[in-house]
């Protein structure tokens, strides 16, 4: 199946959207590497591509480092395969604040179902932008879903701020967790316990996993009764055991979500996480670009490290003078 | 030495500056807590305290969970004490977006020095604020800073882009590694490896020890050439071993900043994340709030949701709307 690659030039935007719609990769790929630039024209095809979406399936997956998460989303991704589902996969990486770019790129990732036509995995950086974090994975969702996947799965690493509002974007939060991860992690996990719809425990056959299972039902004892209660699926990823009822469990999840009437919610969340990434881009992002410009920014620094002024001072002047 | 607990009222902020700057704990401990409740009287507050600012020297510490931070941070504590310093130590906890709070709270941590006059704990949620993310870092090292401690010690769990920022406020970052942390970690590692000024590579008893100081050489040999080589230092921090070290290459690097002149650009990186947090205050969650309360944000968010319109075009509006 040979495509006509996109190019540059007039109407870019309009021939993006147009390759889009009909399922051309190459397009898709061309399109989320202009949203991730920044580029001018990437504006225009996603103020068309949002009156574009199909309704497709977000599933987040997190967890802390070492639990075995990229293994998870490999099963995951077989297991909607499976069911004859095409799935677009968004990793987003920590940022490298010298490069700008994704520390681990789709190339270093052990990938399974790389040759398959009905799954795309693309790494996303989490960019150390003044101000704008991880703006665009909101940004290519939407192109994903109007490009026509089924399902698509958001993975991060860390547990972070960062991950936290990218999760927003989720109907379904997979939380991977594995046995015995050390203190530090108590942190991480009950930072992340409360966004999980389903609890993973991975590395199953790992000693300790039945009472780390039992501390899991502990801290979800202690959640507020909310009408679903967050099932825990044991797995090993790397035999493949677990995986089916994982699914079953987010496809549970997902039916709930519809007869609670909660799916019209998520939706309401995942637009308000959107607005405010845009909300940032025209404001705090265009006062420090405009700020940069006229010296006003270098003022106000030299202001703050004389002592002769404090931010909020500071940033009242530059929003008056920039965006009133 | 008892102190006049700070009361409510008129004056309350000129009453906990003048406590601040007298070195009275419950003053600062709960000009702290306003801060983090976002309170009104906080803001008149903090406008004085970041022009009494002292200049303590602020050192970030970071690493990816169940590397022993912790630890880290208890003996780099001690180390300073020993040298007649006072600290100061925030420790950015995951936050819970349910409860809003730090996970952690200062009670469940295990800390030595807390009956140690010279010493203060304190834990910071990185609240799941809209846009606001963990805005009052920042604050909170001005206060501490104001009140006067020597040494301020900035430690966050995990690794996600908040951390990065967090960093922007310190003028030394020491990145804390522990041998063999699975394939997920390298990724995390490579992530904060770039912001870190000195390794501490702790369980350095470990096998497979000398292995991770060769990858985290190669690694520090991919960065571009900058004047200062970061040192790596392996310690064992349960014992002991190596805090000396560690404290050793912090202050070398400090020296390096004062030598090299770079102090000043630390120090102005810090006054651009904290103007970049007041302008989010100023304008995203500005506009978020006045369009809860006129109604214009559920309109938006239903255009976004029937796909009549698109982020772009609704963040225009709002901006338009309640901000020019």
Redesign the interface.
């Known amino acids: 199946m040979r495509e006509t690659s996109p190019t540059r030039g007039a109407g870019i935007s309009d021939q993006l959207l147009e390759g889009i719609l009909r399922g051309s990769r190459p397009h898709l790929a061309r399109a989320i590497s202009l949203v991730e630039d920044g580029a001018g024209e990437a504006?225009r095809l996603?103020?068309?591509?949002?009156?574009?979406?199909r309704m497709a399936s977000v599933v987040g997956v997190t967890g802390?480092?070492?639990?075995?998460?990229?293994t998870i989303v490999n099963g995951l991704v077989g297991e909607f395969r499976s069911l004859g589902r095409s799935v677009g996969v968004i990793a987003v990486?920590?940022?490298?604040?010298?490069?700008g770019g994704a520390?681990?790129g789709d190339r270093v990732r052990l990938r399974t179902h790389t040759t398959d036509d009905m799954v795309y995995w693309r790494s996303l950086a989490?960019r150390?932008h003044?101000?704008g974090?991880?703006r665009h994975t909101?940004d290519v969702i939407a192109l994903m879903d109007a490009y026509g996947f089924d399902e698509i799965v958001v993975e991060?690493?860390?547990?972070?701020?960062?991950?936290?509002?990218i999760m927003k974007y989720a109907e379904t939060v997979v939380v991977v967790l594995a046995p015995n991860?050390?203190?530090?992690?108590q942190?991480?996990k009950?930072?992340?316990l409360?966004?999980g719809d389903v609890f993973c425990l991975n590395k199953a056959d790992l000693p300790g996993a039945e009472r780390t299972r039992r501390d899991i039902e502990m801290m979800l004892n202690l959640?507020?009764e909310s009408g679903w209660r967050p099932p825990i699926v044991m797995t090993q990823a790397h035999t493949g055991e677990g995986l089916s009822e994982l699914v079953n469990a987010v496809n549970s999840h997902r039916e709930y979500l519809v007869s609670s009437g909660l799916l019209?919610q998520k939706?309401?969340q995942s637009?308000?996480a959107?607005?405010?990434?845009?909300?940032?881009?025209?404001?705090?992002e265009k006062?420090?670009e405009s700020a940069q410009v006229d010296g006003s920014?270098e003022r106000?620094?030299k202001d703050?490290?004389s002592?002769?002024?404090?931010?909020?001072?500071?940033?009242?002047e530059?929003?008056k003078r920039h965006?009133?």
Chains 1, 2 share one sequence.
């Open positions: 504006v996603l103020s068309h591509v949002y009156k574009r979406r802390s480092p070492g639990v075995g998460k990229s990486d920590p940022t490298s604040p010298f490069s520390i681990l989490t150390g003044l101000g974090l991880s909101g991060t690493v860390g547990a972070g701020q960062s991950e936290v509002d991860l050390g203190d530090d992690v942190a991480i009950a930072g992340i409360e966004i959640r507020e019209e939706a309401r637009h308000l959107i607005l405010n990434e845009y909300l940032s881009l025209l404001t705090v006062v420090l920014l106000a620094l703050l490290s002592g002769n002024s404090d931010p909020l001072t500071c940033a009242s530059l929003v965006l009133t």
